[in-house]
């Protein structure tokens, strides 16, 4: 379960900015939260803000912290340089990107976080809690690393093996380090990106492949959709996998009224919608969480509140999945979707050109405020600023 994420010099982003799951002592729809610790957290945190805000940058942001433990990043050669982007537009540019995050596996609550540039990493740390205190795994600043007693010798060797330009998370894994196993397990198992190019559609084409509940589970979803599926099949054409959908013409049940369409030549909602909700599914069943980017690209607003409602209901999200989205939809600030703590806004200093990260309950809105008449009328910022003047004459 992710508690709080924060990002400092990255892109758009100069000084620090934080966006947190921790509940509010708000009422409303308190059954939807759940317990980590002696903390409640919410299940989603929508992000709104104007084209070009950074709401992006903010989400990739925790992605890339993603990339770099587990993913292609993780990977890099001493030598190679780091996925380094800092703020362009001051002194921040020649000062290290910092991203820090606090989240619970397993029941334990760890701190985590790093600091680098395109050459080394600059400063490292893992901290748990595992019987409500805290604990040091590791800190590091440079290639001078620190452990406790009672690890120190078997940490230091691994210390060695760590190349000034890689985590030392990444590193004492690859060498099954059982203390940083778990906190390196949740970037594995929990934190899912429903951008990854590399296997966009694999989590839906495990279930149809799985059949028996995971494909019904995953076909009842598309008929939820409306979609106009009857059923979905992965057959094997020249070594590749490809997706073949069915639709049934008429209301006859006779074999010659059900035609098949690749998923290539479905429409480019069915295609979002098919390949993220095996991620939605598999999310749900183990408790992960979901970062997505414009979650109503190619999508109808029912559409789009269905797959937030997923998150939202407990009696679905029996496992404490997490969402966090950026949107320009405004329909889902109802205030029977979202509690006014899940809301959260991203806007660009005209001065400085850098994104500001702050939540609704910043401006105290009353229970009964209307939330949509005030985002668009510009109460709480993060709109675009579009002139009266014409821009163009005939």
Not at 5 to 20: C, D, E, G, L, P
Request: hydrophobic share 40%; proline share 3%; aromatic share 10%.
């Amino acid at each position: 379960m992710l508690v709080q994420f924060s990002v400092t010099n990255y892109k758009s982003i100069r000084s620090q900015a934080t966006i947190s799951c921790r509940a509010s002592s708000d009422k409303e729809m308190a059954e939807n939260l759940f317990e980590a610790g002696k903390v409640k957290l919410v299940p989603c945190l929508a992000v709104y803000g104007a084209n070009a805000s950074g709401k992006s940058n903010l989400l990739n942001a925790l992605l890339l912290m993603k990339q770099m433990v587990c993913g292609s990043y993780a990977r890099v050669l001493k030598g190679d340089r780091l996925p380094y982007d800092s703020f362009s537009f001051s002194e921040a540019q020649s000062a290290p990107t910092e991203l820090d995050i606090i989240f619970y596996m397993n029941g334990i609550k760890y701190a985590y976080g790093f600091a680098y540039d395109g050459d080394s990493i600059k400063s490292e740390y893992l901290y748990h809690w595992p019987r409500g205190r805290e604990a040091l795994i590791f800190s590091r600043e440079g290639n001078e690393f620190t452990f406790p007693k009672e690890s120190m010798q078997e940490q230091n060797q691994l210390a060695k093996r760590t190349a000034p330009n890689r985590l030392y998370l990444v590193t004492s894994n690859e060498w099954n380090n059982p203390l940083t196993e778990n906190a390196f397990m949740w970037f594995v198992t929990r934190l899912l990106n429903a951008h990854d190019e590399d296997n966009l559609y694999t989590t839906s084409i495990e279930a149809v492949l799985q059949g028996n509940d995971s494909k019904s589970r995953l076909l009842q979803e598309m008929l939820t959709a409306d979609l106009g599926l009857e059923n979905i099949e992965v057959i094997e054409r020249g070594g590749k996998k490809q997706i073949v959908t069915y639709h049934r013409i008429g209301e006859g049940k006779e074999e010659n009224s059900v035609y098949s369409l690749l998923l290539e030549q479905e429409s480019a909602g069915t295609h979002f919608f098919f390949s993220r909700i095996g991620l939605w599914l598999k999310a749900l069943a183990q408790g992960g969480v979901i970062a997505i980017d414009e979650i109503e690209t190619s999508l109808h607003p029912l559409l789009t509140r269905h797959l937030v409602e997923m998150v939202q209901d407990h009696n679905i999200n029996r496992n404490h999945a997490q969402l966090i989205f950026t949107t320009h939809d405004v329909g889902l600030l109802e205030r029977t979707l979202l509690r006014r703590d899940q809301i959260w806004f991203v806007e660009k200093n005209d001065k400085s050109l850098e994104s500001e990260v702050f939540a609704l309950t910043e401006f105290s809105p009353r229970k009964t405020e209307n939330i949509t008449k005030g985002y668009l009328q510009g109460r709480y910022g993060a709109i675009p600023f579009i002139g009266e003047e014409l821009l163009w004459r005939e």
